[in-house]
């Protein structure tokens, strides 16, 4: 193994990771709209609930099989590029797995299959199970992955074996009942909502903006404009709560975070931080006193330990070495993600508050940009989530106990990784882009396209002729 | 229960979802391989597609939960295969990931063009996974380098030997003849003929290969190095491929879709008594192979796991069995009966 292998499979790890991120939050989320408007036209029998169910319900598949397709690569590569990882953490994080694969992935696939070819062919009843049952499963899925990455970030339920050398369970529970994955969750689970609310509010508006299939889109966008602030909400204070227990479980990342230097008490928050090339120095930087503290530990005068401190405790516990993330793209990527989280929260408040006030909030000057734009922001916040708290674990694969050089795998040569790493950006490239071009073509199309199975049963748009 | 029973337990456990993956799956793919050339108006390839479109999604799970229960229960089984197939598992990724998109994507635009290309590309990404899968299995039987860390040696041509494309091939012939008999059973009027008399051609094929694949597997000696005797397996499953021969002239379209069925599932059970208890067998030193007893995870795991996938499994073979009763009717080329 050297140094290349490992930093190509962090590259590929990193790329194929954030890229199937980019839709699981949306089939979440969008799943329980789905679900909850399919089952409003059960109720009523509103045709207006069965065209919002089938549009929305059109993209949630688009959306879909881009995320299927690229979840596959994820639980391969675990054993294709860190095969040091599986075999120390087998016991423990295949579990999880393996439980996702039988619970989640079997509903999720089983139940959407019945959905798609199941209307007029199974009774009304059983194909909006369906669409619960799959909505179920996708969040299902994510519970217990994350569950797994919870055990990376905060081991839990194990001891070292002293003669393999392996960690090995000892407490089913307690890996399942992880603070750490259920602060995760809490935090995913919510902003998956988020997600499809904003996209919701966006594609909405721009129906809206021209006038078209206004009950569809009125409703929906109010319908969004609602769970969207509640789960901005929530997934602040998930947000929040997990910054506390960082505080305690992960003090280095809390700090690298921070770009927390000397430890305090009270800490400052750090408004604005320049640190030079190498992302380790501070050289400048604006601060407010004591908030830090209170981001910790809710209180405005405990003490906050700094990552000098810090690296010099590593280094007495585990070896010489670096224990320091790269500060430049913690710090960076959190305040990215805070701020945007914050801009949610405002823009679905706002949005909420202006359905509530105005019959014909479609007419206000911020509708013809701001739901639109605000599209944008999810995916942002959840990029920029992602690489700081995987960035954050650094050096640790497992924090505590396995360094990520140690886990990868010793077999692979730079050519088979280049290989790789240019086949997978070469395909998943590709796909971003048909993939988008199909949920534009389908958003601006609108409900009537999506209203038939299939574009050959009714021509509904230019060019379908065939 | 004793370490070593849940050892031999998740062998057995894991050998059934393979099993159920070649099984299910194998149409699958059989049916991707088949579509441009059995289906030759856009009418004729929908109808093709639709005979799978519920189901596939849900059989390729299978191979989601062999992998990840290969993970659970044998973590250097798992770490030593993947990393050490890399690249061929990197082309069976690719090839999934192509099929999967392109059963949603293909309906979603009228262009003879672009549903051309995604028809190729279900092709493509049926084609490869079929190939890798013999011949990552083949090779399994035969014996890859493996040093005394369990790590692989070899690359990518190390498994393109004969022994490993041999058995590419025969899995690609049966699991078209497998295809091709599901959609005879699947599909109405001329198409149903079609792949009726595709099947008819497919099997002399599949039967020479896979004839030449247990002479080699005999004369080599790879039959000879696990603990268990397949007993009547493997000639059991000679023999029932043989009789599908006679079925699919007969027109007895059940009988031949399970006689395939039949064989690829004491293929398996031959493959799996063949290894126990190796896992990974090392052709450099016997002593290096990997087993169930050197490979597996903890005790505790293994009895957390077994509990789970005791209450589990069951669950998901009745749903899973459910929805192919479901949508068991034949599919026409109606347009209006049509989803993708």
Redesign the interface.
């Known amino acids: 193994m050297d140094s290349t292998t490992l930093l190509l499979s962090r590259w590929q790890f990193g790329l194929t990771t954030v890229f199937h991120w980019l839709f699981v939050p949306l089939t979440l989320g969008l799943g329980w709209f789905v679900a909850y408007m399919q089952t409003r036209y059960y109720q009523t029998r509103d045709e207006t609930y069965r065209k919002m169910a089938k549009f929305w319900g059109k993209l949630y598949l688009i959306n879909f099989a881009v995320g299927v397709v690229t979840g596959i690569v994820q639980e391969f590569q675990f054993g294709m590029n860190w095969s040091g990882y599986s075999r120390f953490v087998g016991d423990i994080f295949g579990a999880p797995l393996a439980i996702e694969a039988l619970l989640a992935f079997f509903m999720e696939s089983t139940f959407l299959g019945v959905w798609i070819f199941g209307e007029g062919r199974v009774p009304e009843k059983v194909h909006l199970a369906s669409i619960w049952l799959a909505a179920l499963g996708s969040n299902l899925s994510a519970i217990w992955i994350l569950i797994a990455n919870g055990w990376m970030q905060h081991p839990v339920g194990y001891v070292i074996n002293e003669v393999t050398g392996r960690a090995e369970m000892t407490d089913f529970f307690a890996v399942i009942g992880n603070p750490k994955a259920w602060i995760f969750i809490w935090h995913t689970l919510a902003d998956g909502f988020a997600m499809a609310s904003f996209i919701i509010m966006g594609i909405s508006a721009w129906h809206l903006l021209r006038k078209q299939y206004v009950d569809v889109y009125k409703r929906s966008f109010q319908m969004a404009a609602l769970v969207g602030t509640i789960a901005s909400v929530l997934v602040f204070l998930g947000g929040h709560t997990m910054g506390q227990y960082m505080y305690e479980s992960q003090p280095m990342k809390f700090a690298a975070i921070e770009a927390h230097w000397e430890t305090s008490a009270p800490a400052d928050f750090s408004i604005l931080t320049i640190g030079d090339l190498s992302g380790k120095r501070e050289v400048w930087s604006i601060r407010f006193p004591a908030v830090l503290s209170f981001l910790a530990c809710n209180n405005f005068s405990c003490e906050v330990k700094g990552v000098n401190e810090l690296q010099a405790e590593y280094e007495a516990k585990y070896g010489p070495g670096d224990y320091i993330p790269l500060m430049v793209v913690t710090y960076w990527t959190f305040r990215i993600m805070m701020t945007i989280g914050f801009i949610m929260i405002a823009v679905a408040a706002w949005a909420l508050y202006e359905t509530l006030r105005k019959p014909d909030f479609e007419n206000a000057k911020w509708f013809k940009w701001l739901p639109f734009w605000a599209i944008s922001l999810p995916y942002l916040a959840n990029i920029s989530g992602w690489v700081l708290t995987e960035m954050g674990r650094q050096p640790w694969i497992v924090y505590g106990l396995l360094k990520v050089q140690d886990a990868v795998s010793p077999n692979l040569t730079p050519l088979e990784l280049w290989i790789s790493l240019i086949g997978y950006t070469a395909i998943y490239g590709t796909l971003a882009v048909v993939m988008f071009g199909l949920m534009k073509k389908y958003a601006t199309a609108g409900p009537d396209l999506a209203m038939h199975e299939s574009v050959d049963v009714a021509p509904a748009f230019a060019g379908a002729d065939d | 229960m004793s370490h070593q029973t849940l050892q031999t337990i998740w062998f057995i456990l894991i050998a059934i979802l393979w099993i159920g993956f070649f099984f299910l799956e194998g149409f699958d793919f059989g049916v991707g391989m088949l579509l441009p050339f059995l289906g030759k108006t856009?009418e004729e390839r929908?109808a093709i597609i639709?005979t799978i479109?519920?189901?596939?999604?849900?059989n390729?799970?299978w191979l989601?939960?062999a992998?990840?229960?290969t993970?659970?229960?044998?973590?250097?089984w798992?770490?030593?295969?993947?990393?050490?197939f890399?690249?061929a598992?990197?082309l069976l990724?690719?090839g999934?990931?192509?099929r999967?998109?392109s059963?949603?994507?293909r309906?979603?635009?009228?262009?003879?063009k672009w549903r051309n290309r995604f028809d190729w590309m279900i092709f493509t990404g049926s084609l490869l996974p079929s190939v890798l899968l013999g011949t990552a299995f083949a090779n399994l039987l035969r014996g890859v380098p493996i040093d005394q860390?369990?790590?692989?040696?070899g690359?990518?041509f190390t498994l393109l030997n004969p022994y490993g494309l041999l058995g590419g091939l025969t899995t690609t012939a049966v699991f078209l003849l497998h295809g091709a008999n599901f959609l005879s059973l699947k599909l109405d009027g001329k198409l149903r003929e079609e792949a009726r008399a595709a099947a008819g051609k497919i099997w002399g094929v599949a039967v020479v290969l896979y004839i030449l694949l247990a002479i080699f597997t005999y004369i080599s000696g790879y039959w000879a190095r696990g603990m268990v005797n397949p007993g009547i397996a493997p000639i059991t499953a000679l023999v029932v491929l043989l009789a599908a021969g006679y079925t699919i002239r007969q027109k007895m379209e059940g009988w031949s879709f399970a006689l395939v069925a039949l064989n690829i599932v004491l293929t398996q059970v031959t493959f799996f008594s063949l290894m126990f208890p190796n896992v990974m067998i090392s052709s450099l030193n016997p002593a290096w192979n990997l087993t169930i007893y050197n490979a597996s995870?903890?005790q505790?795991?293994l009895t957390?796991?077994s509990i789970?996938?005791l209450i589990?499994?069951p669950i998901?073979l009745a749903?899973?069995g459910w929805?192919y009763y479901?949508?068991r009717?034949r599919i026409s080329t109606d347009?209006?009966s049509?989803?993708?």
């Open positions: 856009d929908r639709n479109g519920s189901v596939w999604d849900g390729e799970v989601l939960t992998g990840g229960a993970f659970a229960a044998f973590p250097h798992y770490a030593t295969m993947f990393s050490g890399y690249l598992l990197f990724l690719v999934l990931i192509l999967g998109v059963f949603e994507y309906s979603k635009n009228p262009d003879p860390s369990m790590t692989y040696t690359n990518l995870s903890s505790y795991t957390v796991m789970v996938a589990f499994v998901v749903y899973q929805t479901m949508f009717k347009k209006k049509l989803v993708y």
